[in-house]
Nanobody, 121 residues
Framework: QVQLVESGGGLVQPGGSLRLSCAAS????????MSWYRQAPGKERELVAT????????NYADSVKGRFTISRDNAKNTVYLQMNSLKPEDTAVYYC??????????????WGQGIQVTVSS
């Protein structure tokens, strides 16, 4: 049974920090690219950050570059999102995503249940 379980969300003041974790099970974690997405009320889900299977590359949305850092520990089957200098506009439900593309192009994609991050004074 595939599971992606997010933790570490909550309420934080502007300028503060949070670290999200996503613990994976039920699939070969080290083969999958991992991403964090977020969805704010009334908005579409957007990609925040992606890390390749071997941590050789990362990509970030322009809105979080220099403030957020994605990392992974393949030994622990866990991906992290360190969020610094948080702004009210970072308020959203954050989702963990796993994706693997086979040679023929078929993709396997898994999602976590989401975790709330609220940035407010």
């Amino acid at each position: 049974q595939v599971q992606l379980v997010e933790s570490g969300g909550g309420l934080v003041q502007p300028g503060g920090s949070l670290r999200l974790s996503c613990a994976a099970s039920g699939f070969t974690f080290s083969r999958y690219a991992m991403s964090w997405y977020r969805q704010a009320p009334g908005k579409e889900r957007e990609l925040v950050a992606t890390i390749s299977s071997a941590s050789s590359s990362t990509n970030y949305a322009d809105s979080v570059k220099g403030r957020f850092t994605i990392s992974r520990d393949n030994a622990k089957n866990t991906v992290y999102l360190q969020m610094n200098s948080l702004k009210p506009e970072d308020t959203a439900v954050y989702y963990c995503n796993a994706e693997y593309t086979r040679r023929g192009g078929e993709k396997s994609t898994y999602w976590g249940q989401g975790i709330q991050v609220t940035v407010s004074s």
